[in-house]
């Protein structure tokens, strides 16, 4: 280092040490399992594909690995974190990201994302807290604010359901929603022992992209109802689970058969069902 240089980055103790040197421990209540390895966080902002120009929001840094791995790549942090105790952690990677990270302590849930981000486009990285994870995920596809990209951690279980297609056990009402909105696939797989402490099941990372071509409001909230009442009854043929939208007519007057089951229907055959409803509805 020169000697009027700042402090780099790479001069952090190891995160497993920050953690311990400030002897937190992880809290349940707040979904924390901790990536200790940056490689596999430099990983998971490979994947995101974000660096020098990019802001990137990740909501969760904890002791930071990720936000430290998004650092080094360049790109411009607002890293939002509900736990005060991992405050100081990120002000000493702060002080070393050359202005770049900006820490937010505060519930994501709660966060009024356009407010912060002032108009500027940017992209969502983050490892998520289990327990708000699809809450979260549904803010981000259905509120106001539009990511420009959407590179998330989840539980397995979810990412499953989130990039199933028809046919398959995980396919449901939050394929078709996510599938309608954005270009979503699954871009890595992390055993439940790559996290401090490790969770009880494995962990997937997705990628979404938001696409240009939206249903607008109103056929975004009839599509929730609707498919809730599909997929309520998955094992019901849409002329039963569908009784209150028209169940048999209002199938057959888009040529979809009243004796399939929700769970065959491609997501777009949903919106054509959400658009004909409407259409019914006076809409
Ligand atoms: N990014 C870190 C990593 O990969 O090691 C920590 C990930 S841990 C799975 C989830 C993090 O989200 C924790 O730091 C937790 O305190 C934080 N968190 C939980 N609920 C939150 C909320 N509603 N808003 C913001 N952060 C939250």
Not at 56 to 71: H, M
Not at 212 to 239: C, H, V, W, Y
Not at 246 to 268: M, N, Y
Request: charged residues 25%; glycine residues 8%; contains cysteine.
């Amino acid at each position: 280092m020169s000697a009027d240089a700042g402090p780099a980055l790479s001069d952090l103790p190891s995160l497993k040490v920050a953690l311990q040197s400030l002897g937190v421990v992880a809290d349940k209540r707040f979904g924390q399992h901790f990536l200790f390895d940056l490689n596999v966080c430099r990983k998971i902002v490979r994947n995101a594909g974000v660096g020098v120009g990019d802001t990137v929001v990740e909501v969760g840094p904890g002791p930071g690995g990720l936000t430290r791995a998004l650092a080094e790549g360049g790109a411009d942090i607002i890293a939002i974190e509900r736990d005060a105790r991992f405050l100081p952690l990120l002000e000493e990677i702060a002080a070393r990201a050359d202005g770049r990270l900006r820490i937010v302590h505060g519930d994501a849930l709660e966060i009024d994302e356009q407010a912060l981000l002032a108009d500027r486009g940017a992209h969502l990285v983050s490892n998520l807290p289990y327990n708000v994870g699809t809450p979260l995920l549904m803010k981000w596809l259905l509120g106001p604010w539009r990511p420009l990209s959407l590179t998330l951690m989840f539980q397995k279980e979810v990412a499953d359901r989130l990039v199933a297609l028809p046919g398959r056990s995980a396919y449901g009402r939050l394929s078709v929603i996510a599938q309608i909105l954005c270009d979503i696939r699954t871009v890595m797989d992390l055993p439940a022992r790559a996290f401090t402490p490790p969770p009880k099941v494995d962990s997937a990372v997705i990628r979404a992209l938001p696409l240009a071509a939206r249903p607008d409001e109103a056929e975004l909230s009839a599509l929730q109802s609707l498919t809730a009442a599909a997929f309520g009854q998955r094992r019901k043929m849409l002329r039963a689970s569908l009784r209150a939208f028209g169940g048999a007519s209002l199938c057959e007057s888009i040529g979809i058969d009243p004796s399939a089951r929700a769970e065959t229907l491609p997501p777009e055959a949903f919106l054509a069902l959400t658009r004909a409803w409407r259409k019914t509805q006076g809409d």
